[in-house]
Structure formats: C-alpha cells, structure tokens
C-alpha cells in the first residue's frame, strides 16, 4: 500500500488526483523535499526490509531502524503541521513500523534469522 502511494504521488496519476481535494494536493506538491524523501525511504525500506526477513536475514533489522527513522520525520512533519489527514492512520503507521523494527531485532535474539 505504501509503494502504491508514493509512486502514485511522485507520478502524479489521475487517481491519485481524484482521491484528495485541492487544497490537500496543493499541501502535497508543497512539501519539502527532504519529506517526500523520507516517504520513499521509508515505504521501499519497508518493503526491502520485510523481503529480508522473509529470508531470514540479519540485514532485516538494520533497514527497519532506517524505514523507522524515515517515518518518524515524515509523521512527524505531517502531525507538527497538521496535515495529517487521519491522525488514527498516522499513529497505525508509526507503530506498525516500531513494531517491525522490533519483531526483526527480537527474530535475530532469538536466533530465527542470521
């Protein structure tokens, strides 16, 4: 889901347009670029990362933290901002990356990956 709204976003796609008002996409082609490059570190970092752990790979873990820390500065600019658009979605999508980072550091732990 992630990757399918950072590159809807990047490219622009008219479905992307029809799902937020003016304003909102106004919000979103004004955003600094060091966010919407946190956006796209932390949706592929995802990705990489759970595709690591599914191959038990130590790895895993390192590229969470990263995925973690690029969401953090995303959420975190978009909540400080207030444009957040579901605040609930916004802390879903903070812990649900805690969580990750957490599950791959706890799988090297319990020697399950290596």
Wanted: charge should be positive.
């Amino acid at each position: 889901m992630g990757v399918n709204a950072y590159l809807q976003q990047a490219y622009n796609t008219e479905s992307y347009r029809e799902m937020y008002s003016q304003e909102q996409l106004e919000i979103a082609a004004n955003l600094p670029s060091y966010i919407t490059a946190a956006f796209a570190i932390a949706v592929f970092g995802g990705v990489l990362s759970s595709i690591l752990l599914l191959l038990r790979k130590k790895l895993a873990a390192t590229i969470f933290y990263v995925s973690l820390l690029a969401v953090l500065v995303q959420m975190g600019y978009l909540l400080i901002n207030g444009y957040a658009s579901s605040i609930g979605m916004t802390i879903m999508i903070i812990l649900f990356a805690i969580f990750l980072a957490w599950f791959a550091k706890n799988s090297i732990n319990k020697n399950w990956i290596s």
